[in-house]
């Protein structure tokens, strides 16, 4: 097909660029936020360029918080919430590509029932069933911890379903050779298995790492400690500040730190995630 | 070193489908024994139950002079090569054929001098660091026989080892799997559906059908004297002409007691273009069909006007009245002719109606 366009591939562009700006424009802002003293956002003025606060302000924000209350400084509270990511991406993959493991290379009887049980599950987040949650973590002591904040979010469907339609597609011959080669299935899982799922262990890691990160509801109830705050719920509590100024350079500050590591992680790991989303080959 | 003894061996699936149904096979140690015959007739679960992936139902593998039924696959001193290699694809080759070594506890010297060894015997040196998918599929079949190799077994197991290779490579990798199973002298068990594959390769030929083995013996002497339609129409290509002894140009030309067997087969390379009946042989009258040239012959596919009877229905075989003659290359017959084509009677196989009966004229 041959087109013949006037503009060439202008009107895509303006469109994209037009969406790269209502994305990136809040970013943008919230960066230039955080290098201006705190009074001039407070006197209502929203300047477009970049202030003469930068270092201070971050400076100020990762070691001490907000300057009046006595609020965590926000360098605890990226340690908390990194704590908690990366236990709960780490956990995820570990149970799920273990019960994966389970359901597609072994017979047992009620296989297809432990899979679907597992499965449903999908309609049973932390907000559908957080009381006995709730209940359960405080009853086994867990309150105010990372294994509470970790531990009740790490059973995932969702990842034992992504590992259990990989594992699906490993010919059943390379099981067979690894029994011939003297194998068992422990050997085998560490051996084949685990290597061959490098590409989709780390795409779900990006994934889960996200989720992790931006849990709110689920801290919110588990920890009362300031020191384990999550940054998430640490931006909420700077912004919400009573008889007083909010603080917006910190709190922009902080929203743009929170931003950081999963940024890091998609970078760091995209590659893999590009190839763990779309590779076939075996 | 090893014979494999199979004894009744049955295989039968919870739904009640009886895979194997009773075979006997002896392969004597050093010999290659071929299993062939058409896709789903169970040859390719005998292997893996000689291979212990699949379980054992009735019956008696014996390898060795061991009973293998309840032994694991890794302890039965077999190695198996798999049709779609089944190599791990995270692995270098050196690796790859290693592996196996490693599990056992093999030495790392030994086992370096194991894979290298094997590598020389296969000319896969320089490719000892390469991953499987850096490879071609020659390249990959090759790594997949070295790493049954470095093990030393007792028996090979080959699960149709070529089919994935384009036609050349099948028959250059044929020949050197033929040559290496004589230099190693390890028994072997080969599965396989092409009948050309299993005449070159086997000391010893399993035809099987439906679970059952139809015909056992030396390639060349199934060839010559199949014992049923089955074996008669599976092995040879093209495949042998069969036709009811009861009609009406054959009747005669059999006589006596031939005529009451049944059914009569013919090969098309003992059919010859020629207006003379030899004496006691039979002599049919074709019109030519479809003509095709391969080079140094010529396949002639005739039908008989008189006849549509058909006879036993077996996969492979001809559509009823039509007749295959292989003539030399430069004969040059045109579609729409009318021939007569004959055998002398020593080349006329003769069975019972049923197809599962040889009778000697």
Redesign the interface.
């Known amino acids: 097909m041959v087109e013949h366009r006037r503009f060439g591939n202008l009107l895509p562009h303006l469109v994209l660029i037009a969406g790269v700006i209502v994305v990136a424009f809040p970013v943008y802002l919230a960066i230039i936020a955080s290098t201006h003293d705190n009074s001039v956002i407070a006197n209502g003025q929203m300047p477009l360029y970049p202030g003469g606060h930068a270092l201070e302000t971050y400076w100020n924000t990762i070691m001490s918080g907000t300057g009046k209350t006595t609020r965590e400084p926000v360098g605890s509270m990226l340690l908390s919430s990194l704590i908690m990511a990366v236990g709960i991406a780490l956990g995820k993959i570990a149970i799920s590509i273990i019960s994966a493991y389970a359901i597609v290379f072994f017979n047992f009887p009620f296989r297809m029932a432990t899979f679907w049980t597992i499965f449903i599950t999908l309609m049973l987040p932390v907000e559908v069933r957080i009381f006995p949650t709730y209940k359960i973590t405080s009853d086994l002591h867990m309150l105010d911890s990372y294994s509470g904040l970790i531990l009740p979010l790490i059973a995932s469907a969702t990842a034992t379903l992504l590992f259990r339609q990989f594992f699906m597609t490993v010919?059943k011959?390379?099981v067979?050779?690894s029994?011939?080669?003297?194998?068992g299935p422990i050997?085998f899982f560490f051996?084949?298995l685990l290597?061959?799922s490098v590409t989709n262990i780390a795409a779900l890691f990006v994934i889960l790492f996200i989720y992790g990160w931006n849990q709110y509801l689920w801290p919110l109830l588990i920890t009362t400690r300031d020191d384990m705050q999550t940054i998430v719920i640490g931006i909420k509590k700077i912004i919400d500040v009573k008889d007083a100024l909010t603080e917006w350079s910190v709190a922009m500050a902080t929203a743009v730190l929170a931003m950081l590591p999963p940024v890091a992680v998609v970078v760091l790991l995209q590659r893999l995630f590009v190839k763990g989303l779309i590779e076939t080959?075996? | 070193m090893a014979n494999v003894t199979l004894r009744n061996v049955r295989k039968a699936y919870p739904n009640g489908f009886e895979a194997i149904k009773g075979v006997d096979v002896d392969v004597a140690d050093g010999q290659f024994c071929v299993l062939v015959g058409p896709s789903g007739c169970g040859k390719s679960t005998l292997l893996r139950m000689v291979a212990g992936l699949e379980t054992i139902t009735s019956g008696e593998i014996n390898i060795g002079g061991r009973v293998v039924n309840q032994v694991e696959p890794a302890d039965r001193d077999i190695a198996m090569v798999f049709q779609n290699y089944a190599l791990y694809p995270h692995m270098s080759v050196f690796n790859n054929m290693a592996y196996g070594l490693r599990n056992r506890g093999m030495k790392e010297a030994e086992i370096k001098t194991r894979v290298e060894e094997a590598a020389r015997i296969l000319e896969l040196g320089t490719m000892l660091t390469r991953k499987p998918g850096q490879l071609s599929g020659g390249q990959r079949q090759r790594v997949a026989m070295g790493r049954a190799i470095v093990r030393q077994p007792k028996v090979f197991l080959f699960d149709e080892p070529l089919s994935n290779l384009d036609a050349k490579l099948r028959i250059s990798m044929r020949v050197e799997i033929r040559k290496l199973q004589r230099r190693l002298n390890v028994t072997s068990i080969y599965v396989t559906h092409d009948q050309l594959e299993a005449m070159t390769l086997a000391d010893i030929l399993v035809v099987m059908n439906g679970g059952q083995v139809e015909q056992v013996g030396n390639p060349l002497a199934i060839y010559e004297k199949p014992a049923t339609t089955f074996v008669a129409s599976f092995i040879g290509a093209p495949p042998m002409n069969l036709m009811s002894t009861r009609q009406d140009e054959i009747k005669p030309q059999l006589g006596g007691s031939a005529v009451e067997a049944g059914i009569l087969g013919i090969r098309p390379e003992d059919l010859a273009i020629t207006d003379q009946t030899p004496s006691g042989g039979v002599a049919l009258s074709l019109t030519i069909d479809a003509i095709e040239r391969v080079g140094a012959e010529t396949f002639v596919y005739g039908s008989r006007a008189q006849d549509q009877q058909g006879v036993a229905t077996n996969p492979g075989e001809l559509p009823p009245g039509e007749v295959i003659v292989r003539i030399p290359g430069t004969e040059a017959p045109a579609i729409g002719q009318k021939i007569r084509v004959a055998a002398v009677r020593n080349k006329l196989h003769l069975f019972s109606g049923d197809g599962r009966k040889r009778i000697e004229i």
């Open positions: 010919p011959e390379l067979e050779a029994k011939m080669d003297g194998a050997r051996d084949t290597p061959l080959e075996k």
